[in-house]
Structure formats: C-alpha cells, structure tokens
C-alpha cells in the first residue's frame, strides 16, 4: 500500500500483507485463535480434497476435466517417487503427494488478489520440513538400524578426511530443515513483496502508471512459475532425503 501524508512522502509497505490476524476480533493470536493462516490453509486442503477426491468419484475410461489434472498430478508425482527413492520408496507415495498438493495449491491460491500466502511463512514451511526430516530420521534408524549412521561415513574420502567430512555431514543433515523451509518461503516472500511496491508505485505515478503495471504483469506471470517450480523443488528434496532412509548411501 502506498501513502502520501503530511509531506512526508511515498510510503509503500510491501510486508503488510504477511501479517498474521484473527479471523474474529482483534484480540491476542493464540495457538487455537482462527487466523488468515489458518482460513487459507483451510482453503487449500478443501481444494486438494475437491481435485483428488470429488473429481475422481465417478472415474470413467474418457476422463473429465478434473479427473485429468488429478491423473496428470498423480502420474507425475509417482514416477518422481520411483525413480528418484527407487520401488520401496512408493510406499511413501501418498505423504510426498500430499505435502507436493499441499504447497502446490498453496502457492497458487496466494497469488489471488487478497489472498494470503500460506507458504510465506516460515512457521508454515518449517513445519512441513520439520515433518520430513523427522519421518526420514524415524524411517532411516527403523529401516536400516544403526547402520544408518553410515551416510555420514564418506568411504570414498582418503581415511585423515573422513572425520572432517563425517562433521560437515551431520552439520549439513541437521540444518536440511532450515534450507528446505526457507527455499520455500523466501522465494514467495520476496516475489509478492516486490510486486506490493510494483502496485504502490502504480496507485501514485498517475498517468505513468503504466510502467509499473506493466512490471506487476511480468512479475505475476514470473511468480506463476515460481509458486510452481518451488512446489517441485520442496518435493524433490522430500524424496531425495527419503531416499537417504529407504535406499544405499550416496556420497
């Protein structure tokens, strides 16, 4: 938004759109109080349900409209499953398709004009990293044992290196969290944030508006293929760390 007052200038405030807010009032946000968050969360598991599940009730050999992208969407994110985790890993096929559905439709449904971007926000990408790295932790030491512990082994590496890079391993996995929720929101931050000061600038040039506007439109299809491509990297990270716990050691 942008505001001339008093003199003091243009005034744009591309972060006010990420603020979290109660639903009902203007009371404290506690952990249970219905926020924008929340409400655009809620929106996006009811579209998943809508494409997955209602579009896919009556399934027929000709496929309608939205038994087509569901197939597309499926078919996709399977063969990306077996080919990077291997055939074991397909057992985890629903999570990765669920959390790729998640933030796919996510991402899109912040790009509607007063929408909220749920995956803006690091408490929500860091929670979906936080569950991928737990469930690939879990699955890795029930899987493999101990022996798990060998991916941080390089014994590839000459014998004097091994232990420096043994840290650097450790350090690396504990910090995939980090990288793998911040990859996520950071892009979709800085893109909607660049676009709130592209729309201010418009609303306060008057008949040279068009330039901005015309800005708006190269970085909204540009955001397009962003909330797209970073669906796509959060779920190839996903079965790559999977593969770590279901497949042999890579280094």
């Known amino acids: 938004m942008a505001t001339a007052e008093h003199g003091s200038g243009l005034q744009i405030k591309p972060m006010d759109q990420f603020v979290v807010k109660p639903l009902f009032g203007d009371g404290p946000i506690e952990w249970y109080t219905p926020t924008n968050v929340t409400l655009w969360m809620g929106i996006a598991i009811l579209a998943m349900v809508a494409l997955l599940v209602l579009s896919t009730r009556r399934r027929a050999i000709v496929p309608s409209r939205g038994q087509s992208v569901a197939e597309l969407f499926y078919g996709f994110i399977h063969k990306m499953v077996e080919d990077i985790v291997g055939h074991e890993g397909l057992k985890f096929f629903p999570y990765v398709m669920t959390l790729f559905m998640f933030v796919f439709l996510s991402n899109f449904l912040g790009l509607i004009p007063t929408s909220f971007t749920t995956t803006s926000h690091i408490a929500v990408t860091g929670t979906l990293a936080l569950l991928v790295f737990v469930t690939v932790t879990v699955v890795g030491f029930v899987r493999k044992g101990p022996a798990f512990l060998a991916m941080f082994w390089v014994t ?5 290196l091994r232990p420096i890079l043994a840290l650097i391993e450790v350090i690396s996995y504990f910090v995939r969290p980090l990288s793998h929720s911040v990859r996520l929101g950071g892009n979709l931050l800085a893109g909607h944030a660049v ?5 201010g600038f418009a609303g306060a040039m008057g008949v040279a508006s068009f330039v901005p506007v015309l800005a708006i439109a190269a970085m909204y299809g540009l955001e397009v293929l962003v ?12 079965c790559v760390y999977l593969r ?7 280094h």
């Open 227 to 238: 909330s797209a491509v970073q669906a796509y990297v959060f779920t190839i990270l996903t």
């Open 156 to 160: 590839s590496a000459p014998l004097a």
């Open 195 to 199: 676009i709130k000061v592209f729309a």
């Open 244 to 250: 770590d716990a279901v497949g042999e050691a890579h």
